[in-house]
């Protein structure tokens, strides 16, 4: 079991940037293929980024791609999603999960999530 924590998010004016953190405990944290999504209110999760098990393979979101950038350490069990140039439509709850195997941009195919952490742009 794989528990999952999320920290970062707060209120920015477009333009500016923001690090999500999202600090894993209870598993082998390499074992794991990560990948961070979104929600803004009334809408289905979004996929944003994902990151392979070693941190070698990473996939971006065509709205997100040349902004965003995922990341991880294996030795300190996190994975962050460094934001730059935010936009009002990046608003939304972002979560991180976690599943075993080979990353994926299912929201569905991911078995382990943290609670979120709430990130809202202003114009």
């Known amino acids: 079991q794989v528990q999952l924590v999320e920290s970062g998010g707060g209120l920015v004016q477009a333009g500016d940037s923001l690090r999500l953190s999202c600090a894993a405990s209870?598993?082998?944290?390499?074992?794991?293929?990560m990948g961070w999504f979104r929600q803004a209110p009334g809408k289905e999760h979004e996929f944003v980024a994902r990151?392979?098990?070693?941190?070698?393979?990473?996939y971006y979101a065509d709205s997100v791609k040349g902004r965003f950038t995922i990341s991880r350490d294996n030795s300190k069990n996190t994975v962050a999603l460094q934001m730059n140039n935010l936009k009002p439509r990046d608003t939304a709850v972002y979560y991180c999960?976690?599943?075993?195997?080979?990353?994926?941009?299912?929201?569905?195919?991911?078995?382990?999530w943290g609670q979120g952490t709430q990130v809202t742009v202003s114009s």
């Open positions: 990151i392979s098990r070693t941190g070698g393979s990473t």
């Open positions: 209870g598993g082998t944290f390499s074992n794991y293929a």
């Open positions: 999960a976690a599943r075993g195997g080979v990353s994926t941009s299912l929201p569905s195919d991911y078995n382990y």
